[in-house]
């Protein structure tokens, strides 16, 4: 056993080597290290922790992303012509809001979430068993694994309500169904209890782990939320956190696109990222968004999916003048740069894309989806595509929080509160400002629409918007390719079927079919 364990946990210390944090790791041999003195370094601990932030990709761009971005009014995965993206009626479901139990985006991220709290116990239980770590080291590195299973905690209150929760490896019961006020309670608890222990520096070498910066962004979100979810307002409690995160030395950054760059790591504005590699756990959103012919006018070499487009209502939303349309997404002709020419897609139709769909052969659906020429569809254009990539995932970082969502977290607790009007006004005209590149397009002053607005076309594909429409009151009303008013029990989703037949102890949320 001398060796088991440390060479269990190589290939997810490779997998987070992305983030500056893990370029100086040293190329040792762990295998040759006897286990009772693993543990003493730097580049140890980060080896044993690896898995508990390699566990994050999972979130982005995946069926998670899908079922986030889906279910609100950001994006849509449509079914192209000949039934490509059909996948089982998955997405339509999202568009639809008429999902079921057995939707396979609601299973695979419900299984994220678990799996994310599960290797958080797991590797706390190896850290309690280390014998070479210092105390000292042990509780600050407790205090990460912590946090990282708070935000998995804090994803199945905003998804699921009530969530099964677990928080000991060695346990061999299923656990009960907790109730959302009661995890609610337990993020609280936790991130109260480690936040002074994690680190407050903004550096290399804490970039993309889980410091007192995301400590405070997520209690902000805890508390901005907590009228919807607790049914307790706690706006004063959300401003003191934003503010404390805004006094920890994140800056925002002169140039918006630099957060999304193909090296975002260098960002001063990203609070809690999930680093990515080309060659190991790549970022594929360029796979999940582009048309097949895109790489080409884009000048890099990738078989790309043909799925994700942005839906047309919330487009249209965007000043044209904002540099954050372009920014955020991929709209018109695509240009071969061989000939000069449009592209051409094999359904021998120009390669254009638009922001609005044709729906076709709705008979064959419900009468309201349809399916949709392969080129329709405005793009995700906010991570920038490298040119030069050879059938490679991309370099560029998933920012979970970044402080411009803080700003406009911090306004909107502001004016909820009817407090600070000016200082509110102030930190969203500092987003508008940034996007714009001047103060021609600031507010005299800004109330909630204004602030909803603002959120939308700073954080467009970041997964924000479902949960910016529940809390804003926006979630209920009809919209693209759904005439119905959503039916508030669907501001949940439902407890998955093949969760249930693994545990029969769980209770699935009114409203959905019971077990």
Request: proline share 4%; glycine share 6%; hydrophobic share 40%.
């Amino acid at each position: 056993m001398k060796s088991t364990i440390i060479s269990k946990w190589l290939l997810g210390a490779a997998l987070v080597c992305g983030a500056p944090a893990c370029t100086d790791l040293d190329e040792t041999v762990y295998d040759t290290i006897p286990s009772d003195k693993f543990g003493e370094t730097q580049a140890q601990i980060n080896s044993i922790i690896a898995p508990v932030y390699s566990e994050l990709k999972g979130i982005w761009p995946g069926d998670f992303f899908c079922l986030m971005e889906e279910s609100s009014d950001m994006a849509i995965s449509p079914t192209r012509i000949g039934g490509d993206w059909w996948d089982g009626g998955y997405h339509m479901e999202m568009q639809r809001r008429n999902w079921t139990v057995m939707n396979n985006l609601i299973n695979n991220s419900w299984n994220e979430c678990m799996d994310g709290i599960a290797t958080c116990n797991m590797v706390y239980h190896l850290v309690e068993l280390n014998t070479a770590m210092s105390d000292e080291l042990k509780q600050k590195t407790f205090s990460e694994i912590r946090g990282v299973r708070a935000f998995w905690v804090y994803l199945l209150i905003d998804l699921f309500g009530n969530a099964p929760l677990a928080t000991d490896f060695g346990t061999t019961e299923t656990p009960s169904v907790t109730s959302r006020a009661d995890l609610f309670k337990f993020v609280l608890s936790e991130l109260s209890e480690i936040k002074d222990n994690l680190p407050a520096e903004t550096t290399a070498a804490t970039y993309g782990k889980f410091t007192q910066g995301a400590a405070y962004t997520l209690l902000a979100k805890m508390y901005l939320n907590a009228q919807e979810w607790i049914g307790q307002s706690m706006w004063n409690e959300a401003a003191e956190a934003c503010e404390k995160v805004m006094s920890l030395g994140y800056i925002l950054e002169p140039d918006w696109k630099t957060n999304f760059g193909v090296n975002n790591q260098v960002s001063a504005e990203a609070i809690f990222a999930i680093p990515f590699s080309k060659t190991i756990g790549g970022n594929y959103i360029h796979n999940r968004t582009l048309h097949y012919k895109d790489p080409i006018a884009l000048g890099f070499t990738k078989g790309t999916w043909n799925g994700m487009s942005a839906q047309p209502d919330y487009v249209k939303e965007f000043d044209e003048k904002d540099p954050r349309y372009e920014g955020s997404f991929l709209i018109g002709p695509m240009i071969d740069p061989a000939t000069g020419k449009v592209l051409v897609t094999d359904h021998g139709r120009d390669l254009i894309h638009t922001i609005d769909f044709n729906m076709m052969s709705v008979e064959k659906y419900d009468g309201i989806w349809g399916e949709v020429q392969q080129e329709e569809g405005a793009r995700c254009n906010k991570w920038t595509f490298e040119a030069g990539m050879n059938n490679t995932d991309m370099e560029n970082d998933y920012h979970i929080f970044r402080l411009a969502d803080v700003y406009l977290m911090k306004a909107e607790a502001l004016v909820r509160m009817g407090k600070d009007i000016p200082e509110a006004t102030r930190l969203v005209n500092a987003i508008r400002e940034r996007a714009y590149g001047d103060s021609n397009h600031n507010y005299e002053t800004v109330d909630l629409d204004k602030i909803y607005q603002e959120r939308r076309y700073e954080l467009a594909w970041e997964m924000v918007s479902r949960q910016d429409m529940i809390r804003f009151g926006k979630f209920s009303a009809p919209g693209y390719l759904r005439p119905e008013t959503t039916p508030e029990y669907r501001k949940l989703f439902p407890i998955p079927y093949k969760a249930w037949q693994s545990n029969d102890k769980l209770v699935q949320n009114p409203g959905y079919p019971a077990f």
